[in-house]
């Protein structure tokens, strides 16, 4: 048969019009003879009867459900049923369902244009088999589906050369208004026929997408487990017995094809196999409960994977073109790719035990512009996999090329065939549209086989989280394929490998020339400014933690997944994911901080004040400084300056007192700040202020102090006098009294004397005299007034923090507290 690529551009040959034109002739004379042949329309009806809901060769619903077997052989018997539903008012009378073999197809745009075509065509629909061949039914009720099967040996088929056929089933029948028999009902499929093994056989590669939504949250448990909290139990069911990812691996697991796994997946059902939380509305997460679930699909994609070829997308699979288009002009978001690239690799061996290939990139539905190879390639992809609709025939070839090909740079680009990658696509729940799938993906693979004795590679690429019934539409067309006479499987890395067609377009198209419906679903610049805004958090935050890796880990997987292509279409969502990690970061963050101070009083010209950091956190911090600075350094110093600051370590859980030296050289009030640094003199978190009272005790406060002592003194001595005169007195009057008055007074005085030497070591003002000693001769303890007084008078001393504590209220200090002196 003649050759054509059918690609935009091209032409059909001379030879190939002259027959084309021969076709038309032969299929319109039956047409003709037909149209001759139709009875005159009544009368009554032409008068103008109201209209029917449906008319014509779409009064009835044909549905073919299945069509076995797929790509028949000499000697097959084909099988071929389905459902016919009446769509019309009135009941189908004397009808029955017949299969029609129509010409062959010798090019990819007719069974295209096979494909879209829904009203009967006499002449290009063909005649019956025979009503040998044929289910008849009395009637056909309106709204009635009625099931249909028909079995007829392929040798009675009349099938030619070896190639691509079109193959209907009609019914025909006829109605109360139309009362003659017409075809009311018609779906056309394909038949793709190569009894023989073809000279030389397509090898084509399918990937085999395993791919899923984010669910992973960057929140993970206090424990040394780490324990992850998941967004929802949705994974849970995509893993369950008939959810999808359970489907594309009991599916997949049997045939010869590529896996690309997101490695993300892969850590997120592994997170599942040991204890996990769910997030619920209320913010209190759950415990999940499907462990066995995880460990079961995960044992066996272990084994599925087992010595075959193996691609790992960069973490949580990265929206590409977003990047290129909105991200590159955000500092740090390159980066994120890297990080996510750099990843993968280690997370499959991991879990999978299987060294996979990173150096593939794969922008969403293949769609590329120079800006998407650049930033692909930036992090150490050298392979893209793109499209034919994207990457589209410009030479004027008469076939399909080979997919690879160098696009400059180092770069190979890998380009799927367009019509197979999206012959999947779309609602096939129901079994008519799944086994249209399946016919149409054969014939377009058979039709590229028959175009050239060229040995070329074909990839499919197809959407990448298929739902199940388009992942068992899949497996029934690939082991139809697989089994077939002009096909044979490969995997990508071969593939890669192929020669290259000379011939292949490897010019990559504008940005111009990037489809709008892609654009307007990608991420958007403030997207990337959040993520860049969370990295800088989590730098600061790092730099404070005596173990890092447990902020610093989750985090990084987080933000990896905030640029996932999943996000596409749900922006609300991309959102909440990006606003739930930043803020789960403050939260964490904020765990570390100074607790608030109240009004402080500092009597004297120099005293300490306390600050306490607090860190409610499970594990320690270090290389922080906490920096005391006054407002007012002419009245309050720090240290001797404006401000102090000293080193601060706090273990988790805990909180660390630590001391300023300050000196007042004037009375009044004085703001004082606190605030934590990172060593490389970043803020960390939110600063303390208060203020300082400065009460200086003046001379002119001494002096009247002292009056007060010497009027006391005064006072005592007076009483003394008084009591002595007045007992001479009484000794003047009675010499014998005046004797008992006297030793009576001597017996007094004594009393008094033992009373003022108590006095004087235990007042109430708790000041030993300097350098006094006890009757033992050794010294007098100070009091912790005059401790005080020392410490202050030493610069070092009172800086020294105190020792840990454990945590304590993070409450404000009291009203009017008072500093240590």
Do not use: C
Request: glycine share 8%.
């Amino acid at each position: 048969m003649a050759e054509a690529a059918d690609f935009q551009g091209t032409s059909p040959s001379p030879a190939r019009r002259r027959l084309r034109r021969a076709g038309a002739l032969l299929t319109g004379a039956p047409l003709l003879a037909a149209l001759l042949q139709l009875p005159a329309t009544p009368s009554a009806h032409a008068a103008g009867q109201a209209p029917q809901a449906a008319s014509g060769s779409r009064t009835v619903a044909v549905s073919v459900d299945s069509f076995s077997p797929s790509a028949p052989t000499d000697g097959d018997t084909l099988t071929v049923s389905g459902t016919v539903t009446n769509k019309g008012k009135q009941a189908v009378t004397d009808a029955h369902v017949g299969l029609r073999v129509g010409p062959e197809l010798d090019t990819r745009s007719a069974i295209d244009s096979v494909a879209q075509r829904t009203r009967f065509d006499p002449g290009a629909d063909g005649p019956e088999i025979g009503d040998k061949y044929a289910q008849k039914f009395t009637q056909l009720a309106p709204g009635v589906a009625e099931h249909f099967s028909i079995s007829v040996p392929v040798d009675k088929l009349n099938l030619g050369a070896n190639g691509v056929y079109e193959f209907s089933v009609s019914l025909s029948g006829q109605t109360s208004v139309q009362p003659w028999e017409q075809v009311l009902g018609i779906q056309r499929t394909f038949l793709p026929w190569q009894p023989d093994d073809a000279g030389t056989k397509t090898r084509t590669t399918f990937l085999w997408p395993l791919v899923s939504s984010v669910h992973m949250t960057a929140e993970t448990g206090p424990g040394a487990q780490q324990t992850p909290v998941f967004l929802d139990d949705d994974l849970a069911k995509e893993l369950a017995p008939g959810g999808r990812l359970e489907r594309m691996l009991s599916l997949g697991k049997d045939l010869d094809v590529t896996w690309v796994i997101d490695p993300d997946l892969l850590a997120s059902v592994d997170a599942m196999t040991r204890n996990y939380r769910i997030q619920t509305a209320d913010g209190t997460p759950v415990p999940g409960t499907h462990q066995d679930v995880a460990k079961k699909w995960l044992a066996e994609l272990q084994q599925a994977v087992a010595g075959k070829d193996v691609v790992a997308l960069p973490f949580a699979d990265p929206d590409l073109a977003s990047l290129a288009h909105h991200g590159t002009s955000v500092t740090g978001s390159l980066s994120q790719l890297k990080d996510a690239t750099d990843v993968a690799a280690s997370t499959v061996e991991t879990v999978l035990h299987v060294k996979p290939s990173t150096d593939f990139a794969w922008p969403v539905e293949g769609a590329v512009d120079p800006s998407i190879v650049k930033v692909a390639t930036s992090a150490g992809a050298d392979k893209i996999i793109t499209r034919s609709d994207s990457l589209q025939e410009t030479g004027g070839l008469s076939y399909t090329p080979s997919a690879a090909r160098p696009i400059g740079g180092g770069t190979t680009a890998i380009v799927a065939d367009a019509r197979l990658s999206t012959a999947f696509e779309g609602d096939l729940a129901q079994a008519g549209a799944s086994t249209l799938a399946v016919q149409e993906f054969l014939a377009q693979s058979l039709e590229i086989d028959s175009q050239t004795s060229k040995q070329r590679s074909i990839v499919v690429a197809p959407q990448r989280m298929p739902s199940a019934s388009q992942a068992q539409a899949m497996v029934q067309a690939l082991t139809a394929l697989q089994q077939s006479n002009w096909s044979q499987s490969q995997d990508l890395v071969a593939a890669t490998a192929a020669k290259p067609d000379p011939g292949a377009t490897t010019k990559i198209p504008s940005a111009a020339d990037y489809p709008s419906s892609l654009r307007r679903k990608e991420l958007r610049p403030a997207a990337f400014g959040a993520i860049a805004r969370t990295q800088d958090k989590v730098d600061n935050f790092r730099v404070v933690l005596t173990n890092p890796s447990r902020v610093v880990t989750p985090f990084g997987r987080a933000m990896n997944r905030e640029m996932a292509t999943s996000w596409r279409g749900r922006s609300s969502g991309a959102t909440d994911f990006r606003d739930g990690v930043e803020t789960y970061l403050d939260d964490l963050s904020e765990q570390v901080k100074l607790i608030d101070k109240s009004e402080t009083k500092l009597s004297g010209r120099s005293a300490t004040i306390p600050v306490t950091v607090q860190n409610n956190l499970v594990q320690g911090v270090d290389h922080l400084m906490l920096r005391l600075t006054s407002t007012n350094p002419t009245r309050l110093k720090i240290g001797g300056n404006a401000y102090w600051e000293q080193p601060v370590a706090v273990a988790g859980g805990h909180a660390q007192s630590v001391k300023f030296p300050t000196s007042a050289n004037a009375n009044g009030p004085v703001t004082v700040v606190a605030q934590l640094y990172t060593q490389d003199g970043q803020e960390y978190g939110a600063p303390v202020t208060f203020d300082v009272k400065v009460t200086e005790i003046t001379a002119t406060v001494m002096l009247v102090i002292g009056g007060g002592v010497l009027l006391l003194v005064l006072a005592g001595f007076r009483m003394y006098t008084q009591r002595k005169r007045a007992a001479a007195r009484e000794a003047s009057h009675d010499p014998q009294d005046a004797e008992h008055a006297k030793n009576a007074e001597e017996a007094r005085d004594g009393e008094d004397g033992a009373g003022e030497a108590g006095d004087g070591a235990d007042g109430p003002e708790g000041v030993a005299p300097e350098n006094s000693e006890d009757t033992a001769g050794r010294p007098t303890e100070g009091t912790e007034e005059s401790g005080s007084r020392s410490r202050a008078d030493d610069p070092e001393q009172p800086s020294d923090p105190t020792p840990d504590t454990a945590a304590e209220s993070t409450g404000p200090s009291g009203t009017g507290e008072k500093v240590d002196r």
